[in-house]
């Protein structure tokens, strides 16, 4: 079951950012075999359209949440406090194609 990790951006995340962009993308680039995917969240309906990133969303290929929270541990974002929340909900993905491999098709019952 993998997990998801929700990361609300701080209030100064944009300078922080900016400053940690390289770290944290040569630490995901360590890290890879493990992300599903990850990516910006814009969450309020004025971010929506602005397109202005309030978060980061992360699906980590791990069924196990102390691997997750290890992987947060050491993101250079998460060490220099780009982030004022982080959640981790395990969930079980059921349907769509990451399960079938195909867009559009449905798993058929076993």
Request: charged share 20%; net charge negative; glycine share 6%.
């Amino acid at each position: 079951m993998p997990v998801l990790v929700m990361c609300q951006d701080a209030h100064n995340a944009a300078e922080l950012r900016d400053r940690y962009q390289k770290a944290h993308n040569e630490y995901i680039d360590t890290v890879l075999a493990l992300v599903c995917v990850t990516g910006a969240m814009c969450q309020s309906p004025q971010a929506i359209e602005d397109n202005t990133q309030e978060g980061t969303c992360f699906i980590f290929d791990t069924d196990d949440l102390a691997v997750a929270r290890k992987l947060m541990k050491y993101d250079p974002f998460a060490q220099a406090g780009v982030y004022s929340e982080v959640a981790f909900v395990k969930f079980n993905p059921s349907a769509g194609y990451w399960i079938t491999g195909v867009p559009g098709v449905q798993p058929q019952p076993s």
